[in-house]
């Protein structure tokens, strides 16, 4: 993961920056083909996707919004690894829902208000949900994640698609890791 860089927007560009035109961009794959490439990429994207996240919630820091805890729900949230390689990609506390369906139970959540059960969301959310497991971000490198995410920042705002943007994410990665000064970009 430390040599690949997913800037996973396949779709373009969403919150917060909001662009339907750049796609996905991979920067440093080779021509490795062993397994051990291979499996770098599924953290490597799940990083990028943490970055996306840690864009949104600057974005809200910067109009007064304060995230203290961000809980995933569904698909790849569900392992314990993704939440901890995104706690360290946002610098935030990624926490799981105890509910094996947290879709519905948000449902069952307005239901129960709509029917007069609860008289708030709130108290509705506290007495029919909790928390699973939590996972804080490990501090041990963050200046590896600042840096990393201030090329993700390079090369996901909106500035054109393909390979000028392909280009751009290498030179972004490589001046964030000291491989070439400012004045060679």
Not at 43 to 56: K, T
Not at 95 to 106: F, I, N, T
Not at 128 to 136: E, L, P, Q, Y
Request: net charge neutral; hydrophobic share 45%.
């Amino acid at each position: 993961m430390g040599a690949l860089h997913v800037v996973p927007e396949f779709p373009g560009i969403r919150a917060p920056f909001a662009d339907p035109n750049p796609r996905a961009v991979i920067a440093g794959l080779g021509m490795a083909s062993d397994l051990e490439r291979l499996v770098g990429l599924y953290p490597a994207g799940v990083c990028g996707l943490g970055y996306g996240l840690r864009q949104i919630l600057d974005a809200q820091a910067t109009r007064g919004i304060s995230i203290d805890i961000v809980v995933v729900s569904g698909g790849a949230g569900q392992d314990p690894t993704v939440r901890q390689i995104l706690a360290d990609a946002t610098g935030t506390v990624i926490a799981s829902s105890r509910s094996p369906e947290p879709v519905l139970l948000g449902t069952a959540i307005l239901a129960a208000v709509a029917a007069g059960r609860f008289s708030s969301l709130s108290e509705a959310m506290q007495s029919m949900s909790a928390f699973g497991a939590a996972h804080s971000p490990n501090l041990r490198d963050p200046e590896w994640h600042r840096r990393r995410y201030a090329a993700s920042n390079c090369c996901s705002r909106p500035q054109g698609g393909g390979v000028i943007l392909a280009a751009a994410c290498e030179i972004c990665l490589a001046l964030a890791f000291g491989q070439i000064s400012g004045r060679h970009a």
